[in-house]
């Protein structure tokens, strides 16, 4: 039996960590990610750019009380992405 | 954190990332003890002013508790909805429950006052059911434990007339459906601030 192949986007544990947050909230801010997944700055921005590259993610630039804040939220493309993620690895563990 | 996974590690960073989003609730101890303090404080005012004062006796402290604690949660809650750092729906339920609460509750007491009856019962039961859902949803079970209390109390004061016993079944209820939970709900959210 052949197992379908992971999403390679995916397949990396701080975008999984960022893509698996983000399906439980509608929208949370960088600082909100950077608690909870324990990255650093500068590795979770490139792993934002990537998830955003591919789709999977849409970050809003804005001000929150006078100071720029970063907000991220799953787009249908990346809900879709991490529903097919979840089958896979549910097949992997039989 | 950059690195490939095992199916099972995938499954764990799944999991343990869904239970922290579940956890992410804004910060709601700061409405259960607002309306804590205020709606004792009103129970006790007609009580303690019932014979002196013809406003109080027909429900004044209501509604002044009722303006304070409105102005206050809107603005504490305009300032907390810029600041929050996470959009959880869970928090949309929530305010949907209390939403339809304080509407259920101005029929309640429209119905009630029309027909000359005590609306503090039925109120009380209201607010089990809120509590009690607020706590389901959130995971947190002081607040579970304080919906059953409002439901037990809302049923012990469908069977007397007493003033006090019906002040000590309120305020009782108030103190250990909102007040406590609320204080433990501020340390759980201080916690988490911090961590």
Redesign the interface.
Known sequence: MAFAP?DPVL????R???V??????????F??ILE????TRG?LSV?LSKLKEVGYIKVKKTF??NYPNTSCALTPQGITAFEQ??AA?KE??G | ?????T?????K??E???G???K?FSRMSFYFLLWGVLLIVAMAATYLLRNGSEAFSQGASWGIAGLIGGILSSIHGAREG??Q?????MDRVIGWIWGAFVITMMIVIAASVSNHQDPGGMITLLTGFATFLTGQIMRFKPLIIGGVLFWIAGLAMHFTNDPLTLTALYCGSMFFGYIIPGLMLKNQEDGLRTA
């Open positions: 992971l397949h990396n544990q701080l999984l960590a960022v698996s947050l983000l399906v439980g909230v509608e929208e949370a801010d600082t909100f909870k997944t324990g990255a590795n792993q929150k009380e993620y979840v690895i992997y563990l | 954190m950059d690195k490939d996974l199916p099972e590690q995938s499954l960073v799944i343990s990332m869904i922290q989003a579940k992410s810029r600041r750092p996470v959009n959880n729906p």
